[in-house]
Each structure stands twice: as structure tokens, then as C-alpha cells.
């Protein structure tokens, strides 16, 4: 449908809509974004890490302006490359990345073709540099590493897409890290859709615990995965490296006689009362080099004769009682939330080339505007509102009318009188312009 230049509404025929407004835009809080990324060196850091197989001659759009402005659509809410034909002139965006229009859909595209395996790791080392600022920023003393698969629905004739048979569906199944304790993400891995849980976990989160050992000795480490990692490889990476652990165990018959000697089936007292309790023991599955702690968790809900049991293997000490370990591990739900956000904000797991190569390139930049976002709302939020989500952070911030306004030595972006949040706006600018990252 071609644009209409004006059209009058039924409700008030005095009411005119057209889109020739000029200079306008409804992105001026990605300007916020612009900021703080100065302020700690995102895309310095991110363009140092950049190296392309890039054979042009003639360049008008740089790799790393590219890469820039990818980030920040995916932030303002334009994950789809052919949004940049529609803001090639918007005065917000150009702003943003310093030049006089934006790279085009064809251009973003071939922008990925120019990734290859040692493209991808070096943005994941940008990554871990960035991460390693905010680290220290914090003066974090601890980091929890998470660890999880999730799955990208796939509707083509993809790259090593595959079926999964516990999603019941076509896709790939992407390895995920994230920091528990503050929601950073570390770390992620395009996978084909058909490979189990665990398969090269060793070789993902061995060089990050190798990274926080060397660059970090004093802090303290602890790995939480589900019944999938639950491999004796991935026990024995965390005890060399000194990283304690929490990871679920599946259930087997050995187990479940083990938990019935604690909390044989009998008739309750009462019946109309749940009972939750949690036992420690020593346990050794046959592939395990040597006995391990386990937790045991056994659960019978109100109006139940049975009780159901929850194994956990661990390496933490008696300094943790079996109710804290339990409760640490719970714990590890938030993760279900970053994931969420990764994929529903971000487009974490949009797939829609045909090169697995593309599919993880998008992947890892959709994980560094999730980064991005995840450190301005965290380190320049007020106290109540540090977990605010994407969507919430669009509405509030980001999704703000301004009009440009050119002078002689300066561009004003006049924001709109009647926005609702202007309060929390300016907040946010103050806190980025007074916070120093080194």
C-alpha cells in the first residue's frame, strides 16, 4: 500500500494524519544509550575486537558503524535489517552513529556474510573485556555461572537445523552462560537443533573459568546447571578449577532407593499438611571417578501418600547447610528470566538466514545489546527500577517524539512537552553522565 501524503479520520474529518513532518523522531532516548556507551567504551572496545574478511575497495559504510547501528536498532526494538531503509534519515539514528544516512537492508546483510568463527570469537572476547570493566566496576567478589540451552524455532531449509525431540520441534539448540548474580551474559554458542543438553559444555565454560581464575583469583565461583550437564566431565573441570557446584541429578533407581531409606512411603499424620525435607549423603554413580555430596529433597504435597524426590550433586561445603544449597539452586530460576528477556527483547533467537555462520553472528549481537541494556539499567537505574524489562525501558525512555532543531555550532533535540516520564528520563542522563568506568 503506497503512503498516503494526508488522510483525514472518520471520528473528526478536522483531524489530518501524514508523515512529512521532517526532521522528527521517535527514538530520541537511544541518545541515553549513546551516552553511557561512551562513557564505558562499548563500541571502541567492540570495534577493536572487530576483524571481518572484508575484500571491498570501496567502503562508505564501515564494518564498525555497521555493527553499531545494528546494536542500537536491536535496542530500540528494529531487529528486522529492512527497518534501516525506513530510518536511513532519521535524525536520532544518524546521530547516533555519526554519519549523514544509514546503511541499507542490503548492506547489513552482506555485513554478516563478512563473519566467519574467528569473527564471532573475538566479539565474544569484546564481550568478556566489557564484562571484565563492569566487574571490576562492581567490585563484584563472587559470580555465578549459569548454564543453559534454550531453542530457536527454525521454518526453512536452515543450515544444520535439525529436530529436537524435548522441544518437539525444528531448530537449533543454543548454549547459554549468564552471570546469576547480576544477569550479564557471558557467553553463547549456536548449536544444531539435534544435540543433547551437554554436548560441549566442557569446552564452552572451560575458558571462562580459566578467564576468572586468572584475571579475578579472589573471587569466588559456582556453576548451577540442570539434569542435563549432569556429566562427571563437567564435575571434574569444576573441582580442577576450583568453581563450586550445584547441578541436578536425574532420577534412577538407585537414587530413589537411596531417598526411600531416609523417608520410607507411610501414612502421614496428617495428610491435609505438605512435608518438605532435605537430607545430605555420599553417592557414586558408576561413570563418577570417586563418591560425591548429594542433596536429597523430598517433597509430599498436601492429600498425597507418596513422597517425591529431587537429587543434587555438589561441592560445597559443610560451611552450606543442605536447606541453603537447595535454596541456592532454586535460585537458578532468574536465569529462565534472562533467557526470556534474551529472546522476546532482543531477538536472541531470530534465525532467519540460511547460513548457520549468519544465524550466529545475529545471535551474538542480539547478546551484546542485551549487555548493553543490561548494564545501563543495572549501574544508571534508580533502586526500584533496575529490573525493569526491555519492553518497559522502550515505553519510559526510549520511545520518546523530539524534533530536531539545527543552529550554527549545535543540533537541539526538542523533546515532547507532554512526555510522561520526563522525570525518570533526566534521572537516568544525570547518572550516566556522573558514573566513571575505567
Request: proline share 3%.
Amino acid at each position: 500500500m503506497a503512503t498516503l501524503t494526508q488522510k483525514s479520520l472518520f471520528f473528526n474529518r478536522k483531524i489530518k494524519l501524514s508523515n512529512d513532518g521532517g526532521e522528527l523522531s521517535s527514538d530520541t532516548g537511544e541518545l541515553l544509550f549513546r551516552e553511557f556507551d561512551e562513557q564505558l567504551g562499548f563500541s571502541k572496545v567492540l570495534s577493536d575486537h572487530l576483524t571481518l574478511q572484508d575484500d571491498r575497495k570501496f567502503v562508505f559504510h564501515t564494518n564498525q558503524n555497521i555493527l553499531r547501528q545494528k546494536i542500537y536498532q536491536i535496542i530500540a526494538g528494529y531487529s528486522e535489517d529492512d527497518a534501516s531503509d525506513q530510518l536511513t534519515s532519521d535524525p536520532i539514528f544518524t546521530k547516533l552513529i555519526g554519519v549523514d544516512s544509514l546503511a541499507s537492508q542490503p548492506s547489513l546483510s552482506r555485513f554478516y556474510s563478512r563473519f566467519d568463527e574467528q569473527s564471532i570469537d573475538h566479539l565474544l572476547l569484546g564481550n568478556q573485556c566489557l564484562v571484565d570493566k563492569v566487574h571490576r566496576f562492581r567490585k563484584s567478589d563472587a559470580i555465578i555461572f549459569d548454564l543453559d540451552s534454550t531453542h530457536a524455532d527454525t521454518y526453512g531449509e536452515q543450515e544444520s537445523t535439525a529436530y529436537n525431540t524435548h522441544y518437539g520441534t525444528v531448530g537449533f539448540h543454543p548454549l547459554v552462560a549468564f552471570d546469576g548474580i547480576t544477569g550479564d551474559f557471558l557467553k553463547a554458542k549456536l548449536r544444531p537443533g539435534n544435540v543433547y543438553t551437554s554436548n560441549g559444555v566442557v569446552d564452552f565454560i572451560e575458558p571462562l573459568m580459566n578467564h576468572y581464575n586468572d584475571t579475578f583469583p579472589e573471587t569466588t565461583a559456582l556453576l548451577r546447571g540442570d539434569s542435563g550437564f549432569a556429566v562427571p566431565q563437567l564435575y571434574e573441570l569444576c573441582e580442577k578449577e576450583s568453581v563450586y557446584y550445584v547441578i541436578r541429578l536425574k532420577s534412577n533407581r538407585n537414587l530413589q532407593r537411596l531417598a526411600d531409606e531416609y523417608h520410607p512411603s507411610h501414612i502421614s499424620s496428617d495428610l491435609t499438611e505438605s512435608e518438605c525435607l532435605i537430607d545430605e549423603t555420599e553417592y557414586q554413580a558408576k561413570s563418577w571417578s570417586k563418591p560425591r555430596k548429594v542433596i536429597i529433597r523430598s517433597e509430599r504435597p498436601a492429600g498425597e501418600l507418596f513422597f517425591t524426590h529431587t537429587f543434587f550433586v555438589t561441592s560445597l561445603g559443610d560451611t552450606f547447610t543442605p536447606e541453603a544449597i537447595v535454596h541456592s539452586y532454586q535460585k537458578r530460576g532468574t536465569m529462565e528470566n534472562f533467557i526470556k528477556e534474551a529472546k522476546n527483547g532482543f531477538d536472541f533467537d531470530r534465525m532467519c538466514s540460511h547460513s548457520f555462520q549468519v544465524n550466529e553472528s545475529r545471535m551474538i549481537l542480539s547478546l551484546l545489546a542485551y549487555n548493553l541494556v543490561n548494564w545501563m539499567r543495572t549501574l544508571c537505574f534508580p533502586m526500584h527500577q533496575k529490573n525493569m524489562q526491555i519492553q518497559t525501558i522502550r515505553t519510559r525512555i526510549i520511545k520518546v517524539a523530539s524534533k530536531l532543531v539545527k543552529t550554527g555550532r549545535s543540533a537541539y533535540f526538542k523533546l515532547a512537552s507532554s512526555f510522561v516520564y520526563q522525570a525518570f528520563f533526566w534521572q537516568v542522563l544525570e547518572r550516566i553522565q556522573e558514573i566513571q568506568i575505567k
